[in-house]
């Protein structure tokens, strides 16, 4: 009889076995639907048996083969085993992140959807509409252009501009047959005359060729280049060269924010190739084509967030990976994987370039170039030749008046900018009007009642919010311990800087974009588009604008509250800050304008703050690498984090201090170097109701940790304790 060992998505490491009916045609890969208790589920083939070792009475029988999905190749499921085995997570989760979603109703497209695809008019189409549209005379001019022009594609990118009544109407006009989503035909022009319209410098140049020039083997590059400096184009021409040579290309960004605009860029820079995006804001139906599309090898370009490192990619050619130190890259639930390096392992199976783009590295990064795994592609120079690296001035925030935390320089900075019709950029990394609520009478803070953390208040919408549970509560007229009226805003976020802004300059057209303000999907789009056309003097925001956001007239960054994160516990906080300051820093003057940066700090002498000042961002990793040297930190050691939560805190103690002692007993009877930590309390000691709790794991050697993990993991999984939720995380990035 023969046998499927099966993958199925249930939190468990492993493999399920079914009997194979007569007549079903079944290979590893192949997607099936079976049952499990009581449930139907879908899973993948992991491997064909002649015979199981569980006894045939109690095998199910695999249910059916799912036709609307290819099996998954040979190369992802070598791609699933080794991020099952990397992460520690169970294989069949993990195949559910490869596989695009599946299931009922997911194939319908509802309108938002149509907005993700190019659409083509139909035969049909182009004879019924112009009698359909005789007294809409704006659908009717949409419907000329639209028919004129060339392989009549209306593009995604196209779509999301029109106006709300005409994205109703294409949407009717796709449900009566006369437009269908279409992939765009590709063009016949070559590569030579794209990398033509890039006008590259001879850095960018040089990076572009010698990317290519690794065509066909696994070499790991890190395209390191200043904030303006182009590295976008170095992408875009090399990735025109694969492509014109048979290659798929995958492109990551770590936000969901820039894929648009980024689209945008590759339908201008490499016309007539087929783009899909992939991410989760895509809706099923989308996903899954998109998928289906990369996977059949006829999307050229699969650009998208850290889940398309998964997509099937046939004709593989060279991986991108935007702003590699994002932390945005790492999974922080279910599979905890990190994107840039399941890249690199996947660049080295298919052996294929990759390339890590960033102004600011990761430490990881720069020593893989230190030690000669990875070469070093520089940009030293701003693209435009004219735009220099910004003025930075340290500014002190104590011992002077500030009006709502706004140093009298900033103000006068932004004056001038609105005197002159230049735009302002003011950075908090907080959002809500202030992050507590305080009684000046008694010293009572709004508190969350399920976690340990204080209630941000957000005055457009008058409650307080916590940022870590969502739970929300009015602002209380009045102080619940003592009934005092006189409570206190403290500190500040986004919305106070925004009002206090307003204030003082009351003609200013100011934005703020946050994620409070972006909630509605588009709604960042909208922003930017009106930054861009020059409707707006001021933005307010928090790191959302840090990334990859160009605007012309923008030529002032004001930067407060940055302080906060250079004593956190947190032992990656300064080097996130870095990234983020010298992000930010590059938003200022990166066309003909100069631009200036004030930073608000009582620390002016940090390494970081001097690294800004000097615009060498190396000379402040320079010192962080010999601070994790002392401290044996990453990149010097090896980590894994295990989390445990439970509604009690004597469970989550009892069942870390069990998990600890385990843990060491392994290493010490393996005579394992791993160091196991006595468990701590989270620095979020509760959160929705739940207390937490953490063991960090650390050895030197990564092959040392990856050979203690799967058994830690093992015996943590005998402990009594079915109340506690714990989680193993390797090569964790942050310390909640
Ligand atoms: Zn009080
Ligand atoms: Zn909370």
Known sequence: MAVARIALPVAVSSTFDYWIPDGLALSPGAVVRVRLGTRAQLGVVIEMLATSEVARERLHPVAAVIPEI?????????????????????????????????????????????????????????????????????????????????GALLSAWQQARLPVHLKHRVRRWEAAGWVEPAMPDRESSGPAGCVDRLHLNSAQQQSVDAIVEARGRFAPFLLEGVTGSGKTEVYLAAAAQCIASGGQVLVLVPEINLTPQFEQRIATAIPGRRTVTLHSRLSAGIRRRNWLLAAAGDADLVLGTRLAVFAPLPRLALIIVDEEHDPSYKQQDGVRYHGRDVAIWRAKQRAVPVVLGSATPALESLMHV??????????????????????????????????????????????ARLARGEQSLVFI?????????FCVSCGWRAGCPRCSARLVVHRDTHLLRCHHCNHSERI?????????????????????????????????????????????KGSFDAVREEVTSGNIDILVGTQMLAK????????????????????????????????????????????????EVIVQTDFPAHPLYRALDAHDYRRFTEALFAERRAASMPPFAHLALLTAQAQRRD????????ASELGRGI????????????????????RAGLERGQILAHALERNVIQRFLPRWREAVMTLPGRRVRWALEVDPLAFA
């Open 70 to 150: 290819p099996g998954l190749s040979r190369d992802l499921l070598e791609l699933a085993d080794f991020v099952a085995s990397y992460y520690q997570e169970p294989i069949g989760l993990v195949v559910a992140q490869i596989l695009p979603p599946l299931g009922a109703g997911s194939s319908s497209l509802r309108t938002r959807d149509a907005m993700e695809v190019a659409l083509r008019l139909t035969p049909k189409g182009r004879i019924e509409l112009p009698a359909a549209l005789r007294r809409a005379p704006r659908a009717r001019a949409l419907f000329t252009e639209w028919s004129a022009a060339q």
């Open 370 to 415: 230190e030690r000669g795994r990875y070469r070093r592609l520089a940009l030293p120079f701003r693209a435009v030749a004219s735009a220099r690296q910004p003025a930075i001035a340290l500014v002190p925030n104590r011992g002077r008046v500030t009006t709502e935390g706004i140093s009298p320089e900033l103000f006068a900075a932004i004056g």
């Open 429 to 437: 990394n907080r959002r809500g009007f202030a992050p507590s609520l």
């Open 476 to 520: 209380p007229r009045a102080c619940p311990e003592c009934g005092n009226l006189d409570l206190l805003p403290q500190g500040h976020g986004t919305q106070r800087l925004e009002a206090a802004l307003a204030t003082r300059f009351p003609n200013a057209r100011i934005a703020r974009i946050d994620r409070d303000s972006t909630k509605r």
């Open 548 to 595: 990859g956001h160009d605007f012309a007239r923008l030529t002032l960054v004001g930067v407060l509250g940055a302080d906060n994160a250079l004593y956190s516990a947190d032992f990656r906080a300064t080097e996130r800050l870095a990234a983020l300051l010298f992000q930010v820093a590059g938003r200022a003057g990166r066309a003909q304008l100069p631009g």
């Open 651 to 658: 469970a989550v103690d009892s069942f870390l201090a069990a």
């Open 667 to 686: 290493a010490r009877g393996s005579s394992f170097a791993v160091e196991v930590f006595p468990p701590v309390a989270a620095s979020l000691a509760r």
